[in-house]
């Protein structure tokens, strides 16, 4: 158990939806990250989160926001969901995060989603 | 930019046999290296890390060497078993996030 948290574990819904996925770091950390994994594409950083701040972006589409809140929870928000959204979503945690200086990152379970 | 290459799979192995999974990168400046384990099901997990070149990661079995020389990163381990079946993952990072090879998934046969 890496100590970070998910919800849900999985997600079905349709295309043009929207959802919210959830996810606590680790007791300390300060850094949240959020990354997808699809069979075609591997595994993608799409955003970084530092304590409470956006730091960073990858390959995050403009349909897909994401937010760290005071307690340090964060949530990614994926709307008019298309098909080609469905993968795994892991989000990773880490003590800090700054540039030139990384961190271990421990990643939570996944939410699986699938667009119908 | 940063890239990592991964050797393709699937690899299948009998219990007890050694294994070796080859990684390469390409990177700025001087990356941390790592490999990932993802069980079936399941989340990624840790399975051993190297912060400078000619570190030895290990746990579980398992070592890397962090090679600058010729940029690798290769896993291996002497004698595997049925419960090292699960896809690896080599990744990098120097900023703020990992970059990722495309996995290689092992299946190791009683």
């Known amino acids: 158990d890496s100590g970070v948290t998910q919800t849900p574990k999985h997600l079905i819904t349709a295309t043009g939806q929207r959802v919210t996925l959830r996810c606590s770091p680790r007791?300390?950390?300060?850094?949240v990250y959020w990354y997808q994994q699809s069979l075609d594409q591997g595994l993608q950083f799409l955003i970084q989160?530092?304590?409470?701040?956006?730091?960073a972006k990858g390959n995050i589409l403009e349909r897909f926001s994401a937010q760290q809140f005071p307690d340090l929870h964060s949530e990614l928000n994926l709307s008019s969901l298309e098909l080609g959204d469905s993968a795994l979503y892991f989000c990773a945690s880490s003590v800090a995060g700054t540039s030139g200086s990384p961190d271990t990152q421990y990643f939570g379970p996944g939410t699986r989603l699938t667009v119908l | 930019g940063n890239s990592v290459t991964q050797m393709e799979g699937p690899v299948t192995l009998s219990e007890e046999a050694f294994l070796t999974i080859n990684c390469t990168y390409t990177?700025?400046?001087?990356?941390?290296l790592f490999w990932y384990v993802q069980y079936p099901g399941e989340g990624l997990q840790l399975l051993l890390k190297a912060t400078k070149a000619d570190d030895k990661g290990s746990n579980k079995g398992f070592e890397a060497t962090y090679r600058k020389e010729t940029t690798s990163f290769h896993l291996e381990k002497g004698s595997v078993q049925v419960s090292d079946s699960a896809v690896y993952f080599c990744?990098?990072?120097?900023?703020?996030?990992?970059?990722f090879g495309a996995g290689t998934t092992v299946t190791v046969r009683a």
């Open positions: 990744a990098l990072s120097n900023d703020y996030k990992l970059s």
């Open positions: 007791s300390g950390d300060l850094s």
């Open positions: 990177a700025t400046g001087y990356p941390s």
């Open positions: 989160y530092y304590n409470g701040e956006e730091r």
